[in-house]
């Protein structure tokens, strides 16, 4: 990730993100000096959450770690770590248990209903073992 200054003096930023040394996604520009509130937000939740949304048809954690120079990601049944000098694993979980294993030692988030989203999601037909899940 890359934070950069646009016009520092009137508090306008751009945020980049990059995977394997190219751009992932889009650039955002921002204002840090400009307050939110929640409701700002609304809408963007409210699209979010509905039946087909891009992130309710996948089981996705990611967990930027600085303080260990990584970050962790698991999409569907994939987890990868990727540190910041470019070096990176992946690794297929064959069960919930797996998953819910990394989600505890990896993520250090062990009460995460995973088992229940993954069967939400098995509702959807959707398999997240499913080869190209």
Known sequence: MHISPE???????????Y????????????DSGRKAEVSDFHDVMEKSN???APFMTILRCQLYQTS???SVSLVN?????????????????????EIMAVLSEEFMLPKLPAKE?????????????????
């Not at 992932?24 to 921002?30: A, L, V």
């Not at 049944?77 to 910041?84: E, H, L, T």
């Open 7 to 17: 016009e520092p003096q009137r508090n306008r930023y751009k945020y980049v993100r």
């Open 19 to 30: 995977t394997n040394g190219k751009q992932s996604g889009r650039t955002w520009h921002f």
């Open 50 to 52: 509905k039946p087909g």
């Open 68 to 70: 260990k120079q990584r």
């Open 77 to 97: 049944n994939k987890f990868a770590i990727r540190y910041s000098n470019g070096e990176a694993s992946v690794r297929e979980l064959s069960t919930p248990e």
């Open 117 to 133: 989203a993954i069967e939400v999601l098995s509702t959807l037909g959707i398999d997240i073992f499913a080869q190209n899940s």
